[in-house]
């Protein structure tokens, strides 16, 4: 079987024009293609006139045909051999595991990057016990919506914490940029469509899930972890860890302590805990885990009707089904020296109240599979950096996020609602008074006023500058009834809990960080995978040293 890159096909074009198009693209003849199954779709849509259908494709030819084409074009990057996707367990536990005198391996967090690393832990036969500090995916969709309805927040089961992740409520994109020369990303989508999720996502280029289908996947992979005789266990936060010390300031894991008071006793230990578990983070820094500051971002997030959005990017194509609602990806280098970016858009979704603490508001963004809500939204942020604006100490980014957090809830008016600007308002500078054609989707509400008393000037200036040249790209960007609506402070967590080469921490064996709290991933698809590595690194210490 042969991989094919590059086919291009017309937007509504039919089966015999995909075909005839790999003939002529590997020069054979149409008798000599057996078949062939699609490995990825894109669009081109840089000519909105002339909308291209992208394909990835394995194609199956008589085998003098296959023989000839790679010989033809041995020296063409756009064919080669189709690569071996397949998965295999990194090592198999035998059914006696554990034995009186080996330890399962415990995980802290239950998002992405912990329900993969459980589930290969599991399949592996490792039978993990899983801690997470929030409530199951229902509890935790209830919790999540007495804040969205009802202004009431509780601090350990929200959009950040519980089953799921903060992932379970947003776009549920999962792509990702991360060099993946193993296909463990195949290995991740494999497990998606088990528990759920469309068959699609496996061959779309920018697949996702929406909410409501997350909510029910991470169910049954929960249950699969517990069939093979892992444990999950929900509001069971950690406490303290237990950790040998050395002479030279290096340590050992062997264990932690629950908020309820229970030891449970371990090696290997893996840290998937999200970029918002702060008190955790201020927890390892206390008991001598290495940590250090690293950059991310500030800002707001900005709605747009979704048609606006449409139109600009596909033309007369817009509403277009094979196309859907269209996305955007902005970068824009300011002249004082500050970068900003579109991230984490919605497509026809809508703003949502992401805090996890009392008295702060957090923005972030969410759509459903269908994505077919009015607005369009992303956050539009500035990259900041430790050593020029938090320089104090390692977790003082944790402190910059909190008070911009609290001024956004001061300033909406402390029940909630979060403060919102119209564009055309915000780069006149002057508040705003009224709506105009653009409803905003957060709940519980917004209020408006003047955004830039929640963020550093040299923010404001950035982003203020940055609204125009991004409407150069996509037409009705600055249009003036946008709306801006703040604070987005969690796009990545403000600290990395280094680790070296075995995905152990750099100081202390046995604590292996993962995902995006320990800095080491960015959104479903990385933190997923990562947590594969770090399941496989743990199963190859407990089972091959122990062999040895």
Not at 136 to 152: A, C, E, I, P
Not at 183 to 198: I, T
Not at 337 to 362: H, L, Q
Not at 396 to 401: A, E, K, N, P, V
Request: aromatic fraction near 8%; hydrophobic fraction near 40%.
């Amino acid at each position: 079987m042969l991989r094919l890159n590059e086919v291009k096909a017309p937007l509504d074009h039919n089966e015999d024009v995909l075909i005839q198009a790999i003939v002529d693209k590997l020069l054979i003849n149409r008798d000599e293609l057996l078949g062939y199954t699609i490995f990825k779709r894109s669009y081109d849509a840089r000519k909105k006139n002339n909308i291209l259908l992208i394909y990835h494709l394995d194609v199956v030819l008589v085998a003098s045909a296959e023989a000839k084409v790679l010989e033809q074009f041995s020296q063409q990057s756009f064919v080669k051999t189709s690569p071996d996707m397949s998965y295999e367990l990194a090592c198999k536990a035998e059914d006696s595991f554990p034995t009186k005198d080996q330890q399962r391996p415990i995980i802290i967090g239950f998002g992405p990057c912990g329900i993969l690393a459980a589930l290969l832990l599991a399949q592996m036969g490792l039978k993990p016990i899983v801690l997470d500090r929030g409530q199951d995916v229902r509890q935790r969709t209830k919790d999540t919506w007495d804040l969205w309805k009802k202004g009431k927040i509780d601090t350990e089961s929200n959009v950040q914490f519980g089953e799921g992740g903060a992932g379970t409520f947003s776009d549920g994109k999962l792509y990702s940029q991360v060099k993946d020369k193993r296909f463990l990303s195949r290995k991740v989508m494999a497990e998606f469509v088990k528990a759920g999720a469309p068959e699609e996502i496996l061959m779309l280029s920018k697949p996702h899930i929406g909410t409501f289908r997350l909510v029910s996947m991470v169910e049954k992979m929960r249950a699969e972890i517990t069939a093979l005789g892992g444990e999950v266990r929900f509001g069971h936060k950690v406490d303290t860890i237990h950790r040998e010390h050395n002479p030279d300031d290096s340590g050992q894991i062997t264990g932690l302590t629950l908020s309820t008071g229970e030891s449970l006793y371990s090696r290997h230990i893996i840290l998937a805990i999200g970029h918002s578990a702060r008190d955790t983070f201020e927890m390892l820094l206390e008991y001598g885990v290495y940590i250090e500051s690293k950059p991310f971002s500030i800002g707001f997030r900005i709605e747009h009707p979704q048609s606006v959005i449409d139109e600009a990017l596909f033309g007369e194509q817009a509403g277009n089904a094979t196309l859907g609602a269209a996305d955007y990806h902005l970068v824009h280098h300011c002249k004082n020296g500050r970068s900003v970016y579109s991230f984490c858009m919605c497509p026809g979704g809508t703003v949502v109240a992401a805090a996890s603490e009392d008295g702060g508001i957090v923005t972030n963004g969410m759509s459903q599979y269908s994505r077919n809500e009015r607005n369009a939204n992303a956050a539009i942020v500035v990259g900041i950096d430790p050593e020029q604006d938090y320089p104090e100490h390692v977790l003082s980014g944790i402190d910059l996020q909190r008070d911009l957090e609290k001024a956004a809830y001061k300033l909406g008016g402390g029940d909630y609602k979060a403060p919102a600007q119209l564009v055309g308002d915000f780069l006149q500078d002057k508040p705003s008074t009224e709506l105009g054609n653009v409803t905003p989707s957060y709940q519980p509400g917004v209020s408006l006023g003047d955004l830039s008393k929640v963020l550093p000037s040299f923010a404001i200036d950035a982003i203020r500058e940055a609204i125009p040249a991004f409407d150069k790209k996509i037409k009705g960007f600055a249009m003036a009834d946008a709306i801006l609506t703040g604070v987005e402070t969690r796009s990545s967590a403000p600290i990395c809990i280094k680790r070296d080469k075995s995905f152990q921490s750099v100081n202390t064996k046995g604590l292996y960080p993962a995902g995006e709290g320990a800095g080491y991933a960015g959104g479903i698809l990385s933190a997923a995978i990562d947590g594969i590595k770090v399941a496989e690194a743990i199963a190859k210490s407990i089972l091959i040293k122990d062999e040895s």
